[in-house]
């Protein structure tokens, strides 16, 4: 048992993550609200960024910036992680401002944002229902 | 004279007056609906799935979804078990790659800030496509919420801005200071953290403080759509030709033209500086342009 809780202490981070991507997926699938769904989609993004980010992260060294000209390796972090996550956060700002603008036609139009009626009405309007 | 329209009644009429190419798009063979009748408040919610075919399906639907997610944690917590331990040496991602950059990344890029020189020249690639995906989320935005010209509709667009005393106050005091940290924050990219995708940021959030404090009319004369054109296009392109370079002159040619300098200069690593400089100003435009879109439908 101690061996367990040790491991489990081992991977902190990424169990945070792993929770916290759970939460947005959930989220995502279970409400029918369209602005949720979108906030869902943001904790899943940052559940990554948080795995990501934990992967660049090394005890005792420093953030990868160099210190007095010193280049050993030994002593920074991994600057590779916090550039990708850089990119992700951009795209995912992208996505959320589509997202956001898509939802905002929609409630003009069908004046909800429920994604059952709006599916309805859709439907009915194309003569599909 | 006319109430002032609610938030929601400006929402509703948005599409009669809309920029819409739906129409022209999809061609006389499919026409845009003409927009719904609204329904009476207190009605029924209609549901897509109420007709009898699909009721087993409605009403798993939240079960599966439930079970799904439960899989999907399972089965990643399971997997993060295999991980190597939060901040040990020596796992798999602390390999020579980044061994390598941190050994000759200042010497090569000129960049103290390590993630500078990847991201803006290691990887230049792909912060180039990252800045182009911000541009087209813009233009996305514009096709979608740009309204026509309407003088009927006043310039502070759908939410009315109050022109509180505490927000003014405070705008006009903290709006410099932020712009100047965010210029900070672009110029100082190569030397510590930051960059311009923060720095930018920055920048926008003391846009929109400008514009939320006194209002759109006082920053249209500088920051209109014509200006934004001209000055995202320019970044852009500046970005896109000093990095097409290096498809002529081979990947590590780049210090032949542009010397790295001395690290820790504030004019030195080569053209990380003046391509964090295009960042901020594409995030920057693009964060104030965002906001403007979606509060008033123009720029």
Redesign the interface.
């Given at each position: 048992m101690q061996g367990f809780w040790e491991?489990v202490w081992?991977?902190?981070?990424?169990?945070a993550a792993?929770?916290l991507?759970?939460v947005g997926?959930?989220t995502l699938?279970?409400h029918r609200n369209l602005l949720k769904k979108i906030i869902g989609l943001n904790i899943m993004d940052t559940a990554a960024y948080l795995m990501l980010t934990?992967?660049?992260?090394?005890?005792g060294?420093l953030?990868?910036?160099?210190q007095n000209?010193n280049?050993d390796?030994?002593?920074?972090g991994?600057?590779?992680?916090?550039?990708l996550v850089?990119?992700g956060?951009?795209?995912s700002?992208?996505?959320t401002?589509?997202l956001?603008?898509?939802t905002?036609?929609l409630?003009?139009?069908?004046?909800s944002l429920?994604l059952?009626?709006i599916?309805?009405?859709a439907?009915k309007?194309?003569g599909l229902g | 004279m006319e109430r002032k329209r609610s938030l929601k009644e400006r929402l509703r009429d948005w599409d009669a007056d809309a920029f819409d190419l739906t129409n022209e798009i999809a061609g006389p063979m499919h026409p845009a609906p003409a927009a719904l009748p609204e329904r009476p408040k207190d009605a029924e919610p209609e549901d897509a799935l109420a007709a009898e075919d699909f009721r087993v399906l409605r009403r798993a639907y939240p079960i599966l979804a439930a079970l799904l997610g439960l899989m999907t944690v399972v089965f990643l917590l399971v997997a993060v078990f295999d991980l190597p331990p939060f901040g040990a040496a020596g796992t798999p991602t602390d390999n020579e790659v980044a061994l390598r950059y941190v050994r000759d990344g200042m010497t090569e890029t000129g960049a103290v800030n390590l993630v500078a020189g990847v991201i803006l020249d290691y990887r230049a690639f792909d912060t180039l496509g990252e800045s182009h995906v911000l541009f087209t989320a813009l233009v996305a935005v514009l096709i979608l919420l740009l309204k026509a010209e309407d003088p009927a509709i006043d310039d502070e667009g759908t939410l009315t801005l109050r022109q509180d005393r505490i927000v003014t106050t405070a705008a006009s005091i903290l709006v410099p200071i932020i712009v100047l940290f965010g210029l900070y924050v672009i110029l100082n990219g190569h030397l510590g953290p930051g960059g311009g995708f923060s720095g930018g940021a920055i920048i926008g959030a003391g846009l929109i403080l400008y514009a939320v404090a006194f209002g759109f009319s006082r920053l249209e004369t500088k920051l209109n759509l014509g200006s934004f054109r001209i000055i995202c296009l320019a970044a852009l392109w500046f970005y896109s030709l000093s990095k097409c370079y290096s498809f002529f002159c081979g990947a590590n040619g780049l210090h032949t033209v542009f010397s790295p300098g001395t690290p820790g200069r504030i004019l030195s690593a080569g053209l990380i500086l003046p391509l964090n400089a295009a960042v901020g100003i594409v995030v920057a435009c693009t964060m104030y342009g965002l906001f403007s879109l979606f509060q008033r439908g123009k720029i």
């Amino acid at each position: 048992m101690q061996g367990f809780w040790e491991q489990v202490w081992n991977v902190r981070i990424p169990i945070a993550a792993v929770l916290l991507f759970a939460v947005g997926f959930v989220t995502l699938l279970l409400h029918r609200n369209l602005l949720k769904k979108i906030i869902g989609l943001n904790i899943m993004d940052t559940a990554a960024y948080l795995m990501l980010t934990s992967f660049g992260y090394i005890e005792g060294r420093l953030s990868p910036i160099i210190q007095n000209g010193n280049t050993d390796p030994a002593l920074y972090g991994n600057p590779l992680p916090a550039g990708l996550v850089l990119t992700g956060i951009v795209v995912s700002v992208s996505v959320t401002a589509v997202l956001l603008a898509l939802t905002v036609r929609l409630y003009a139009r069908y004046h909800s944002l429920n994604l059952d009626e709006i599916y309805a009405m859709a439907q009915k309007e194309h003569g599909l229902g | 004279m006319e109430r002032k329209r609610s938030l929601k009644e400006r929402l509703r009429d948005w599409d009669a007056d809309a920029f819409d190419l739906t129409n022209e798009i999809a061609g006389p063979m499919h026409p845009a609906p003409a927009a719904l009748p609204e329904r009476p408040k207190d009605a029924e919610p209609e549901d897509a799935l109420a007709a009898e075919d699909f009721r087993v399906l409605r009403r798993a639907y939240p079960i599966l979804a439930a079970l799904l997610g439960l899989m999907t944690v399972v089965f990643l917590l399971v997997a993060v078990f295999d991980l190597p331990p939060f901040g040990a040496a020596g796992t798999p991602t602390d390999n020579e790659v980044a061994l390598r950059y941190v050994r000759d990344g200042m010497t090569e890029t000129g960049a103290v800030n390590l993630v500078a020189g990847v991201i803006l020249d290691y990887r230049a690639f792909d912060t180039l496509g990252e800045s182009h995906v911000l541009f087209t989320a813009l233009v996305a935005v514009l096709i979608l919420l740009l309204k026509a010209e309407d003088p009927a509709i006043d310039d502070e667009g759908t939410l009315t801005l109050r022109q509180d005393r505490i927000v003014t106050t405070a705008a006009s005091i903290l709006v410099p200071i932020i712009v100047l940290f965010g210029l900070y924050v672009i110029l100082n990219g190569h030397l510590g953290p930051g960059g311009g995708f923060s720095g930018g940021a920055i920048i926008g959030a003391g846009l929109i403080l400008y514009a939320v404090a006194f209002g759109f009319s006082r920053l249209e004369t500088k920051l209109n759509l014509g200006s934004f054109r001209i000055i995202c296009l320019a970044a852009l392109w500046f970005y896109s030709l000093s990095k097409c370079y290096s498809f002529f002159c081979g990947a590590n040619g780049l210090h032949t033209v542009f010397s790295p300098g001395t690290p820790g200069r504030i004019l030195s690593a080569g053209l990380i500086l003046p391509l964090n400089a295009a960042v901020g100003i594409v995030v920057a435009c693009t964060m104030y342009g965002l906001f403007s879109l979606f509060q008033r439908g123009k720029i």
